[in-house]
Nanobody
Framework: QLQLVESGGGLVQPGGSLRLSCTAS????????MGWFRQAPGTERGVVSC???????DYIDSVKGRFTISRDNAKNMVYLQMNSLKPEDTAVYLC???????????????????WGQGTQVNVSS
């Protein structure tokens, strides 16, 4: 049974950086697109970034130039490097595996079949 586990969250001051990791167990992710999502209290879950099988990446406008998604198929892991963090980035961040090999930020969430439990990111002074 595929499991996705996120790590790397925490408390950081505005302008700081965090690197989130997502590890997949019992399943090889290399043929599938992966996505990072976030959900703040009282808001709906939304996409942040995604990476396709071929390494193509996509980001929502509010994180472009600050966040970088990457994958290491040999390690079965996906990362989200977050720089220049802002208070509005505070949320639970979740990774997900798509049923398809390609994804963009407009890909509907129902096309992601597996989800992690999330890791909390707090950006505050």
């Amino acid at each position: 049974q595929l499991q996705l586990v996120e790590s790397g969250g925490g408390l950081v001051q505005p302008g700081g950086s965090l690197r989130l990791s997502c590890t997949a167990s019992e399943f090889a992710i290399d043929n599938y697109a992966m996505g990072w999502f976030r959900q703040a209290p009282g808001t709906e879950r939304g996409v942040v970034s995604c990476i396709s099988r071929d390494g193509m990446t996509d980001y929502i406008d509010s994180v472009k130039g600050r966040f970088t998604i990457s994958r290491d198929n040999a390690k079965n892991m996906v990362y989200l490097q977050m720089n220049s963090l802002k208070p509005e980035d505070t949320a639970v961040y979740l990774c997900a595996l798509s049923r398809n090999s390609m994804a963009v930020v407009t890909t509907p969430m129902y096309l992601y079949d597996y989800w992690g439990q999330g890791t909390q990111v707090n950006v505050s002074s």
